[in-house]
């Protein structure tokens, strides 16, 4: 069984910086997409960022240039850096893994961006 666990929210002032980290844990699984969501109170869940194994991204146009997504294959690990930080960021993060015949979802972690 895949587990995601997410890290690294928080609360930040406009215009800082954050960096979350999700991990995956198990065994016997092969991790194709990665990627980051998020969502506000009665907001359906968005698309922030993904990426392939090999490295391949896509971004929402509302983080370009303010996001990057990276991932440690090694380490079974997603990374999501934040700069440029706005009030609209305000979100529960979740990651996402694509594994064979499942799609699986972390618990979130909570960014708040203060103006």
């Known amino acids: 069984q895949v587990q995601l666990v997410e890290s690294g929210g928080g609360l930040v002032q406009a215009g800082g910086s954050l960096r979350l980290s999700c991990a995956a844990s198990?065994?016997?699984?092969?991790?194709?997409?990665m990627g980051w969501y998020r969502q506000t109170p009665g907001k359906q869940r968005e698309l922030v960022a993904t990426i392939t194994r090999s490295g391949s991204t896509n971004y929402a146009d509302s983080v370009k240039g303010r996001f990057t997504i990276s991932r440690d294959n090694a380490k079974n690990t997603v990374y999501l850096q934040m700069n440029s930080l706005k009030p609209e960021d305000t979100a529960a993060y979740y990651c996402?893994?694509?594994?064979?015949?499942?799609?699986?979802w972390g618990k979130g972690t909570l960014v708040t961006v203060s103006s």
């Open positions: 996402n893994a694509a594994v064979p015949g499942m799609n699986i």
């Open positions: 198990g065994s016997g699984f092969s991790i194709n997409a």
